[in-house]
């Protein structure tokens, strides 16, 4: 795939994950800036589109844009977001969506399982996995008003990138 028809699946990609979001345009902008985040943080371990690691970071960035895709589903169904109800609930329908894009069953199958467990933290972890824990942590701390004293302790125990670390130290712990 060409970096052009790349920068194009991801586009239809968050054009669809907007209209999953419909009416809620917060959950819109959280998927939009956790996409950011995990592009400024991918840039930082120079992954990029038209490199070597291109298929790295087209996962990355496609599973930044849906990995809260169960949320919605686990609101209707249980009247909860709890992490696993949207790991379990989201990963299929990551599934389904990345479907309609023409993805090799690599990519969609990755996509997919990164969305099934992005708010489990434990073990070893990929460097795309990393990357979109980190990118949602990073709107997270801002969204659900993390003390610093809490950001702190995630970073020494969560955080792992160097472009990640600085951007929570530029945003969130400069004094
Ligand atoms: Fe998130």
Redesign the pocket.
């Known amino acids: 795939m060409t970096a052009a028809d790349a920068r194009a699946v991801i586009g239809e990609t968050a054009r669809l994950m907007m209209r999953h979001e419909s009416g809620v345009p917060a959950r819109a902008r ?2 939009l800036a ?1 996409h950011g985040y995990a592009c400024l943080i991918a840039d930082g371990e120079a992954l990029t589109l038209d490199g070597p690691d291109a298929t790295l970071r087209l996962i990355i960035e496609l599973a930044a844009l849906t ?2 895709i169960g ?1 919605r589903p686990a609101l209707a169904t249980y009247g909860s977001s709890a992490g696993p109800l949207q790991e379990a609930l989201g990963a299929p329908l990551a599934r389904k969506l990345l479907d309609k894009l023409n993805l090799t069953p690599e990519i969609t199958e990755r996509v997919s399982e990164l969305v099934g467990s ?1 708010h489990s933290y434990g073990g070893e972890r990929g460097l795309d996995h990393q990357i979109l824990i980190e990118a ?1 942590f990073l ?2 701390f801002f969204e659900s008003s993390y003390t610093k004293e809490r950001i702190e302790h995630t970073l020494g125990t969560i955080f792992r990138t160097a472009a990640g670390k600085a951007l929570a130290r530029e945003l969130y712990l400069c004094e």
């Open positions: 959280h998927l956790v990995h809260d949320i992005h949602d709107v997270n």
